[in-house]
C-alpha cells in the first residue's frame, strides 16, 4: 500500500475499560475525498483524534507517507502537512480574520511573503470583506469558514474535518460544500459527517463507521443502498435479525 | 491612510515613552529633592518588576503566583555576584541569568508536564516559599557562596551599588542611579512591544488566545510558553537586581508571598492584557502605599486587600480601559492587514 | 522501640495537623472549586477567637472546639453572601479575589489586635513513653483530626444534607432542576469550610500562638494538600497529608524543620506533576 497517503492498520483504543475503537484498517490515497459518516457513539470522532494526535492509539498505528503518528504531539502530526479542523471551531477569536490567516501562514513563508500569502487565502476562501473583523465577532457559519481558511493556509496535502457543515444554513451548508470541492483540488480530505445531504454534495467514497468498527465502505449511492447500513441507522439491531 | 501615518500610529506609544523617558531623566533631578527622586527609583524598579508579570500573564496567560521566585534570585545573584566579583557589571548580568535559568528549568517542569492554571499557581507559589524557606534558613557564616555571606532571615546589608563598567571605585550616585532604572525601564517596555510585534510575541499571545488552535497550526505552544515564562522571568530578574542595588541590602522578604501579591495587585489594578496599565498600577499603588505610610493609622494590607477584592469583583479588566479609552476609539477607526500593534498601548 | 513509637506519634501529629489545617479548604475546593486563599486568615480568625475567649474567662476547651468554628463559621457566611457568591464559576477571579480578603483580614487583625504574638497555654501536659516525654497533646491533636474527619463523612454520607451538598457537588444544574437551592448549599457549605478552618485555629492555637501573619504558613500547605489530594474531599485530604506529613516529619528528624518544609514542598510538586488530577484523580477515584 505504499501509494497510500494515509493507513491505519489494525487501530484501536481504550478507555478505561470501554473499548472505543477496535481492528480499523483504513487507506486514503493522494488526493482522495473521503466521508467519515456513522450513528452518535460509533467512533468517528474518536477515530478523527487519533489522526490528529489528540488521542494516542492502544492498538494498531497510523502511517501518514510512511511516517508513524502513535506518540506525536498534535503540532508535529500538524507540520507533516495535515491541516485539521475540530468539531468546535477552534479559531484566535480575540484575532481578526487576517491575524489568524498571517499566523497560519506565517510559519510556512518567511515575513516578506507572508502578507501576499494572507491576501491569497482570504481571496480562495472568499473572506476578503470580512479581513479586517474580529473573529469573536463573526456569526457560526463564518467562524467556521475561517477555521477552513487557517486550515488550508498551510498547504497542506491532507486536510481533516470534523463535522464542517455544522450548524449552517443551507445556503451556508452549499458554499462550504464549495469550498471542500475546491480544496480537494489540492489535497486529499477525510470529513467527518452527520449531514447526508452535505455528505452526497462533496463525497466519492464513504467509510460507515458502527460500534468501534468499520461496517462497509464504498461510494455514497452503494452504501445508502446497503440495508445494513439503513439498519444502524434506524437502530435495528443487527443481530436481532438472525 | 498613507503610510507615513500609518507608520506613526504604529510607533505612538514607544515614542511617547522615549519622550517621557528623555524628560525624566533630564528633568527631575534638579526639579525635585534627592528623597523624592529615590523614591522614583523604586518606583520605576518596582515598574519594571510589574511589566515582568504584564507580559507573562496579560500577554502569555501565564498566571505566576510566584513572580517573587524571580525577583528575590535576581537579588541574590546580584548580591552574590557583587560581593565576589568586586565589579557590578557581571553581577547585574547574572541578576538577570540566574533568574532566566530557573524558569526555564520550571517552565520546562510546568508546561512540558502539560499541568492547568489553578496547578501552575500552584507550582508557582511552592517555589517561591522553597526559596523563602531556603534564604531563611541561611544564618551562620557557613552559608556562604564564595565571599558571600548569606546571611539568613537578616539578609545581606552593605552590597556595593553599580558602578561605571569598568570601574569599581566610581560608584553612580543617586542621580545616575535613577537615570539608570529610568532607562531600563524604557528599555524594557519598549522590548517587549517590539517582541510582541514580531512572530515570536505574536504566536505567544495566539497560544493564550487558543492553545490547541496554535498547535494545529504546527507551532509546539509549550516553547512558546517557556520562552515567554524565561523572558518573564529575566526582567523580573533584573528588577531584583536593581533593588538590591537600590537598598544596597537583599533579604528574604524579596522572595515573599507579599512581594508576589503586589506585582498580581499592580497588574489587576492597571489592566491585564496592556503593558502601560500595570505601570500605571503599580506606581499608583505604590504611592498610596507610601502615603498611607505617612498617615500612619491605616493599615496598608487592609487598604490593598479592599482594592484587589474590589477591583477583581466590579472592574476585573483594571484600569487600562477607561484611561486608555480615547485612544483605543481613534485607533478603531482604522485598522489594516497585519496592524495589530496598534493595540498594544 | 520507644523511639520508634516516639517517632510515629510525632510523625501521626504532623499529618493530623495537615489534615486539620487543610479539610476546611478542601470542603470549599471539592464542593463548589473556589481556591479560598484567605483560608489561612480563617485559621489565624479561629485562633484568636480561642485565645480571646480564654482571655475573657471561657473555659479552654469549649474556647476551641466551640467558640473559634462558631465565631469563623459566622465570618465565613458573611463573606460568602459578600464576595464569594459573585465568584462562582470563576475559579481564577475567585483566587485573586480571596487572597485580597486574606489581605484585608490580616490588615483588620493588625489593626485591632497588633502585631505581638499572643499566646494560650496548652491544657494538656506531658506523658513518656519509655525514657522518652510526649506530648498529651499531640494525641488530642491526632484524636480531633479523626474525629473531624469521622463526623464529616457521617454529614456526608448519612444525612439528608450530605446527600444534597454532594449531588449539588457533582451536578448543580440537575440539583437545580430537581427543586435543590445550589445557592443555599453553596452558602452553608462555605460556612462549613470556614468553621472547619475556624476549628483547626483553635486547636493549634495553644502550639503556635497567634499573630495576625500566622495565616500564611497554613494556606500554602493546605493548598498543596488540596491540590495534591484531589477531588475527593476526604479521602483525597487524607491521603496528601499522609503523604506529606509523613515526608515532613522525617526529614525534619534527620535534617531541621526548614528542610523539612522544603521537602514537603518538593515532594509536593513532584506528585502533581506525576498526577495532575491529584492523588483521589487516579487512585480512590469516586471516594468522598
Known sequence: MSESLLSATGLGISFGGVQALTGIDFRLAEGELRCLIGPNGAGKSTFFKLLTGQYRPTAGCVTIRGTVTAGLEPYQIARLGVGIKTQVPSVFDGLSVDENIWLAVRRITGAPAARNAVFDVLEETGLEHLSARQVGTLSHGQRQWVELALVVASRPSLVLLDEPAAGMSDDEVKRTAQLITAINRHCALIVVEHDMEFVQMIAQKVTVFNRGSILVEGTVDEVLADPRVRDVYLGRDLEMRV | MDVSEKAMRKHLPTFACLVAAVTAICVLPSAVETFTLVEFTVYAIMAIFSLSLAFAWGYGGILCFGQAAFFGAGAYAYAIGVLNVGESTVAMLLAVAVPMLLATVLGYFMFFGRISDVYLGVVTLTVTLILYNLANSTSGDQYRIGAAVLGGFNGMPSLPTLNVPGSPGRLLDSVQMFQVCVVCLASVYIGLRALLSAHFGRVVVAVRENELRANLLGYDARKYKLGAFVISGGIAGLAGGLFANWGAFTSPTVFGLAQSAQAIIWVIVGGVGTLLGPVIGCIAIQWLTAYLGTIGWVNPNLVLGLILVLFVLTIPKGLAPILFMPFQWLLRQRSQVGNHEGRIP | ?288
Open chain 3, 1 to 288: 522501640m520507644d523511639y520508634v513509637a516516639v517517632i510515629a506519634v510525632e510523625v501521626l501529629n504532623a499529618i493530623a495537623t495537615l489534615v486539620l489545617v487543610s479539610i476546611g479548604l478542601a470542603v470549599i475546593f471539592g464542593m463548589m472549586r473556589v481556591i479560598n486563599l484567605a483560608h489561612g486568615e480563617f485559621i489565624m480568625l479561629g485562633g484568636y477567637a480561642a485565645t480571646m475567649a480564654v482571655k475573657w474567662g471561657i473555659d479552654i476547651w469549649l474556647s476551641m472546639l466551640v467558640v473559634a468554628p462558631l465565631a469563623v463559621g459566622l465570618a465565613g457566611a458573611v463573606l460568602e453572601r459578600l464576595v464569594i457568591r459573585h465568584l462562582y464559576g470563576r475559579m481564577l477571579d475567585a483566587m485573586l479575589a480571596t487572597w485580597g480578603l486574606s489581605l484585608l483580614l490580616v490588615g483588620l487583625t493588625t489593626a485591632f489586635f497588633g502585631t505581638t504574638t499572643q499566646g494560650v497555654q496548652s491544657p494538656l501536659g506531658a506523658t513518656s513513653i519509655g525514657s522518652y516525654s510526649v506530648s498529651l497533646y499531640a494525641a488530642f491533636v491526632i484524636t480531633m483530626a479523626a474525629v473531624v474527619c469521622l463526623l464529616l463523612y457521617v454529614l456526608l454520607r448519612h444525612t439528608h444534607f450530605g446527600l444534597r451538598a454532594r449531588s449539588v457537588m457533582q451536578n448543580a444544574s440537575m440539583a437545580a432542576a430537581l427543586g435543590m437551592h445550589p445557592k443555599r448549599t453553596y452558602a452553608v457549605t462555605f460556612a462549613l469550610g470556614a468553621a472547619l478552618a475556624g476549628l483547626a485555629g483553635g486547636i493549634l492555637a495553644p502550639i503556635t500562638g497567634v499573630v495576625p501573619t500566622i495565616g500564611v504558613a497554613y494556606v500554602a500547605k493546605a493548598f498543596i494538600t488540596v491540590i495534591g489530594g484531589g477531588t475527593s474531599i476526604l479521602a483525597g485530604t487524607v491521603a496528601a497529608s499522609t503523604v506529606f506529613g509523613t515526608v515532613n516529619q522525617l526529614v525534619s528528624f534527620v535534617a531541621t524543620p526548614v528542610i523539612g518544609e522544603v521537602a514537603l514542598l518538593a515532594v509536593a510538586m513532584v506528585l502533581i506533576r506525576l498526577l495532575p488530577q491529584g492523588i483521589t484523580g487516579r487512585f480512590f477515584r469516586g471516594r468522598i
